[in-house]
């Protein structure tokens, strides 16, 4: 195929070649206004479109430009052909929305691509059938002139300008490191703070608000953070709830209400019975955080944040751990909404 054959959906064919199968599910076409929206590490919940890039794909990419400039005057095909190769390949995944979605830049990176597939289709047999042998250029093919690297060159300084300047814009951020939590794990997947033996009992949307928690304090989105711990604990609450009272499926209005009946049910003695513990510090954390992060002048510092989401998880593997302790006399928890051990 020559270079003036060469049209826009030829080049999008290959990039969309390159796309993902979860890409192709989503319905993303390939096109200068869409915006890939990719899985986050496939940790975020349905709908997610936040995805965390590999910045060593930027640095690839630059060193295959770059090395394309270095070469000069009429050059043997076998020299240059690598390098050709492996510049083409990163512009691809590129125009595939691989690291991130290209904007402004995207028609210079098209124009870029088409003449290096276009010297790359000249030079060796790409449209034959599997009879057809790929046969790379060795020191008898026909070198590469010197215009036509010239012309790459300022294809190449035309792109960088144009992808220079959107870099500037670009939404990439640094997330800081909280406290000693690792980043990543916090991210995407904060209920690992939970100790194995016990995931089983904690309920399954009890953990989903807790990776929201984690994601929120990664982030410095404090107060939702707390409003996630809160919901975390309180799904919890209920199945704690409920195995103790003896009442599977009944929910109650309030913190306070669920306190309330728990602490009967711990004065009359009856066993299996919620902790007197546990109790005290359902009720602290009601009174100093979970009322006051519901009005909407509360605003939860980093220090308010972390001292809460610690919290949250204590109490979680408190209400956990009696729950667990009690399933073995005799009383079941309630599995409709209690999770089964996730399986291998």
Known sequence: MSLKE?????????????????????????????????????????????????????????????????????????????????????????????????????????????????????????TGGIADAFKFPDTNSPPIHGYALDYMRVLISTFETVFQEEMREAATYFVPRRGIYHTPALVDAADETFPADLVYVIPEKARIDWRSAGRCLAFNLLSASGFHVARAVEATLESYYQLFSGKPGKTLVSWNDYIKELDAITKAQTSPAPSDKTIAELKQMKDDYRNPIMHPRVVLSEGDARMLFANGESLIIAMAQEIEAASHTGVQPNLQLVAGPTQP
Do not use: W
């Not at 010297?119 to 047999?125: T, Y």
């Open 6 to 126: 060469m049209s826009d959906d030829y080049i999008l064919g290959k990039a969309d070649s390159m796309c993902s199968d979860s890409q192709r599910q989503a319905g993303t076409a390939l096109n200068a206004s869409n915006v890939i929206t990719l899985p986050f590490g496939g940790a975020l919940p349905e709908g997610g479109d936040v995805e965390r890039i590999n910045q060593f794909e930027f640095y690839e990419f630059g060193r295959a430009l770059k090395a394309l400039t270095r070469h000069y005057g009429d050059t043997p095909a076998n020299a240059v052909f690598f390098d050709l190769t492996t510049a083409e390949s990163l512009l691809l995944r590129a125009l595939s929305g691989s690291p991130m979605p290209l904007g402004v830049c995207r028609a210079s990176a098209v124009t870029l691509q088409r003449y290096i597939s276009g010297n790359i289709d000249q030079l060796v047999n790409r």
